[in-house]
């Protein structure tokens, strides 16, 4: 079975700073990770994602995010965030070979002029 | 990459009528779709999964009389709100699957009950 835990509900930073959010994952066979943002009203749209291949994972927007085995952890991160960061933000798992995905509970970002 | 249409993008309806939500791929075949619900600040949460010719497998306390799911071909899907209620308010989000296990979601369908 497979699940996501992402700490924090809502993580607010400065404009310029850091992103960080963060994604542990429980699985009970090697995982596909994914980060999906999600505006208001709108639907999920693919950040980036982890398929078994390199670690650190590159995605759109300036996005990445590092696969953790040993912290069993995916979290997603910007090295300067923008106002248009702002939004909903959601970790997911799936079996390699599997439909199910599961999601955390998202963390909203705000970001502060 | 992948694109996945659904429409509406809202409706309002009153109680005890019917609503229908469609979803297509519009560049890929997907011979598997998939339903979610999400409630206000809240996340996703799997209805059911579409295969299309064959009956819809639904998640563990959805009703399948109440949510109609039919996928008629590799690019449609469509979830049917029978006699919708208040608490079937909703935002409903369709997604379709790539290969490689990539889900590509739709922009939603805000569903509001009076």
């Known amino acids: 079975a497979q699940s996501v835990t992402q700490l924090g509900s809502h993580v607010s930073v400065s404009e310029g700073a850091l992103v960080l959010l963060r994604c542990n994952y429980s699985s009970s066979v090697p995982p596909y990770l994914f980060w999906y943002v999600q505006y208001p009203n709108q639907g999920l749209q693919l950040l980036l994602k982890?398929?078994?291949?390199?670690?650190l994972v590159k995605g759109i927007n300036g996005f990445e995010a590092e696969f953790k085995k040993s912290e069993t952890s995916f979290h997603l991160t910007k090295p300067s965030a923008h106002m248009s960061d702002a939004a909903e933000y959601f970790c997911a798992v799936s079996a390699f070979s599997g439909n199910q995905f599961y999601f955390g509970t998202g963390t909203s970002l705000t970001v502060i002029p | 990459g992948a694109v996945v249409s659904q429409h509406p993008s809202w409706v309002i309806c009153k109680s005890g009528t019917s609503v229908k939500i469609e979803c297509r791929s519009l560049?890929?075949?997907?011979?598997?779709m998939f339903w979610y619900r999400q409630f206000p600040k809240q996340s996703l949460m799997l209805m059911a999964t579409?295969?299309?010719?064959?009956?819809?497998?639904?998640e563990q306390g959805v009703e399948k009389d109440k949510f109609l799911i039919n996928h008629a071909s590799l690019t449609l899907s469509t979830l049917t709100v029978t006699s919708a209620h208040p608490e079937d308010s909703s935002f409903y989000i369709c997604?379709?699957?790539?290969?490689?296990?990539?889900?590509?979601f739709g922009a939603g369908t805000r569903l509001s009950v009076l």
């Open positions: 997604s379709a699957r790539e290969d490689k296990n990539i889900q590509y």
């Open positions: 560049d890929f075949q997907a011979t598997t």
């Open positions: 579409s295969n299309e010719g064959s009956k819809a497998t639904y």
């Open positions: 982890y398929t078994s291949a390199a670690t």
